[in-house]
């Protein structure tokens, strides 16, 4: 196996690529097929429907965006903006911050609803209907002992309950505009259920609830974990030795209803195919815990880094969108489909006018190659 460099995974994208918005619909979306050792095809996204067989799991990731940017404001007047990274307790969190100077520990902070922005607020602030226990403030308590680049945070009241008033959904930086009423529908899945990722899992973004039925009705089964998506997984990678970067860890969960079903799956010869690469993660760091003598099933914190070379446990296939130059993202798909052949689709993409990225279209890795 070559030994591959930070370099190795840059390419020249187009900006006009960059999709901005979703597709006219959740199922619009065009699909690169990429088999094992096989011609690429281009196809609509609901040929994945003819792509798996009744032996088949898709397994998705239910985890559910927060409105996780807040803004505010020092005592001093200086503005500060916040993205929650973690929810660590009923009322507590831990976040990246921005600001001309960072606060102090104990400073506390005036949340501000964001001219112009679509929120998901369902509660006032203040008056009628308002919370008894919300206050716009929070408290900064100082910097994450786990993360030098974090700080530890303090609401009045649950975490949730802010973030539904004050917080505003964290679109990535590549989308340009201001969180609108459609993001708030379009950048979270249709079957999303447990709060407390700070990004969608992007592949899932393309299932809408009639596909899903299709799906089932075609006998294809379907199972369901969680891995709270943090900013650590868009983190930039640093350094040209791959060896030297380190990934932040996420909580991440599997029920034995699942474990029982990949179970059944490897016992019919059927594939286990992942929706996105925080399925994948999730499911490959299981399957680590499980040779370590470990129960499938259970929850975690997981930062499995993976680059070529990689084997894998667990995944026989892949759905997932198109990532960004020199990403985690990037070095994983390499590493499950060989890294010519990403090359080489990345390459046939960005010929044929693919969008990317979080409302990008999707491709399908069906095995692996060398």
């Known amino acids: 196996m070559p030994s591959y460099r930070l370099s190795d995974f840059d390419f020249d994208l187009p900006d006009a690529l960059i999709a901005q918005k979703p597709a006219a619909t959740r199922t619009a979306s ?87 922005a679509a929120i998901p607020a369902t509660r006032p602030a203040s008056g009628p209907g308002a919370l008894p226990h919300l206050h716009d403030a929070v408290v900064v308590l100082g910097r994450d002992p786990a993360a030098d680049d974090r700080f530890v945070l ?36 249709v079957y999303a259920q447990h709060a407390g990722s700070v990004a969608a899992p992007t592949a899932g973004l393309h299932f809408d609830h009639a596909f899903l039925r299709a799906l089932s009705e075609k006998g294809i089964a379907r199972a369901d974990l969680t891995l709270h998506v943090g900013s650590g997984t868009f983190a930039p990678v640093r350094h040209e030795d791959l060896s030297a970067h380190r990934m932040h860890a996420e909580w991440c969960s599997l029920s034995p209803q699942t474990a029982e079903a990949l179970l059944r799956t490897r016992a019919r010869g059927g594939r286990v195919v992942a929706v ?95």
């Not at 088999?35 to 095809?41: C, R, S």
């Not at 303090?154 to 959904?169: A, M, N």
């Not at 990403?342 to 095995?367: C, E, P, Q, T, V």
């Open 276 to 370: 996105g690469t925080t399925s994948l993660r999730t499911l490959e760091s299981a399957a680590a815990r499980a040779e370590q003598g470990l129960p499938l099933h259970g929850h975690w914190e997981t930062s499995l880094f993976i680059t070529p070379g990689y084997r894998f446990r667990m995944v026989d296939a892949l759905l997932t969108n198109f990532h960004l130059p020199k990403s985690t993202l990037l070095m994983l798909v390499s590493a499950f489909a060989g890294y010519e052949t990403i090359r080489h689709a990345y390459r046939h993409a960005i010929d044929k006018r693919y969008r990317f990225f979080s409302y990008g279209d999707a491709m399908f890795l069906s095995g692996r190659s060398t």
């Open 30 to 116: 065009r699909l690169l097929h990429v088999p094992p050792g096989g011609p690429l095809v281009d196809r609509q996204f609901t040929d994945l429907l003819a792509l798996l067989q009744p032996e088949d799991l898709l397994v998705f990731n239910n985890s559910k965006v927060i409105p996780a940017r807040l803004h505010a404001r020092k005592p001093t007047g200086g503005q500060v903006e916040l993205l929650i990274e973690r929810i660590t307790g009923i009322d507590s969190a831990t976040a990246l911050l921005r600001a001309s100077k960072k606060p102090a520990a104990g400073t506390r902070l005036i949340l501000e609803v964001p001219d112009g």
């Open 154 to 189: 303090q609401f009045s009241g649950p975490v949730l309950d802010h973030l539904e008033v004050f917080g505003q959904l964290p679109l990535p930086p590549y989308i340009g505009h201001a969180p609108s009423a459609e993001d708030l529908d379009r950048y979270q899945t």
